[in-house]
């Protein structure tokens, strides 16, 4: 049953905790992001997937084992599972795209097409936004658009189409993530962590059978390839535990759209560790990221 969220009011204690959270998320994320796709330049992109999401099980299980005193629901099984199939088949588009592209541009794009199921979503079940917030979501999104206009990869007919199929690997990756949110938003309402252990199996399994049944491709994988995938699925995992602990007291709407400026961090690694060049209209959309944040705050 939909139940009304009001956004938290200005530097509530129950505003700053949420907005802590969905922005770990969004950092953590980024960075999960960033080392996937470093890993993906050197190995299949299903492969990463298949070793991240063991890594992310893993991390799910221990998480549980520590934080979770109860035992698991058909709802929680049911939601999370649906969660980790769309996030899975996002984290395969997603990885192909960075593979093959510039991280600068895809992930921003990646994360304009997620934001907006989660504020879709969020409104038909209940969330009240007021002009403030409204304010804040069309910043946000055109954060993440700012952040994504590059000015690599446009010169030749072939780099546009290369780039041209990035982008749409972006978009594709976006809505899996954007369903990813909000299936597991859908979950009940409690501290337990369980829906991210059944989102992990769901995802696991897909992927595995992907690569062994359909693909018949080994899923080995060694070296830096194979450690930087790990690391990938640690820090996927850690995201969507802050995410799924913000998403339960706060607005999805707002804590999804938030959860989604995971990009700003993708970027600065991209631009810090290899060099990619960073326009000054992608600075302004960092700054509007910033700035919707403070109109949340003042909802």
Not at 145 to 155: F, R, T
Request: with cysteine.
């Amino acid at each position: 049953m939909a139940r009304p969220r009001a956004t938290p009011g200005l530097f509530s204690k129950e505003f700053l905790v949420n907005l802590f959270l969905a922005l770990a998320s969004a950092m953590v994320l980024g960075a999960g992001d960033f080392v996937g796709g470093l890993a993906a330049k050197k190995a299949r992109a299903v492969v990463v997937v298949v070793w991240s999401n063991a890594a992310g099980l893993a991390t799910a299980l221990a998480l549980v084992g520590l934080l979770s005193r109860s035992g698991s629901s058909w709802h929680e099984v049911f939601w999370g599972s649906l969660a980790g199939l769309c996030g899975s088949a996002g984290a395969v588009l997603l990885y192909r795209a960075l593979a093959g592209g510039v991280m600068s541009l895809v992930a921003p794009t990646t994360a304009a097409a997620a934001a907006a199921l989660p504020v879709v979503a969020g409104v038909l079940t209940g969330d009240r936004l007021s002009g403030v917030a409204v304010l804040g979501v069309v910043c946000a999104l055109a954060a993440v658009l700012l952040v994504s206009l590059s000015g690599d990869g446009a010169g030749e007919p072939d780099d546009r189409r290369k780039m041209l199929r990035s982008l749409g690997l972006a978009l594709l990756a976006g809505a899996g993530f954007g369903a990813f949110f909000v299936f597991l938003a859908r979950t009940p309402s409690d501290t337990s962590l369980w829906p991210l252990v059944w989102a992990r199996c769901a995802s696991l399994t897909a992927i595995l059978l992907l690569v062994v049944l359909v693909r018949r491709t080994s899923p080995r994988l060694s070296g830096r390839p194979a450690r930087l995938a790990l690391l990938s699925g640690v820090l996927d995992m850690g995201s969507s535990a802050l995410f799924l602990v913000a998403v339960r007291d706060g607005s999805l709407a707002v804590i999804g759209l938030l959860a989604s400026l995971y990009p700003i961090s993708t970027v600065l690694l991209a631009r810090v560790l290899l060099k990619e060049r960073i326009r000054a209209i992608q600075h302004l959309g960092v700054v509007l990221a910033v700035g919707s944040v403070v109109l949340f705050a003042w909802n």
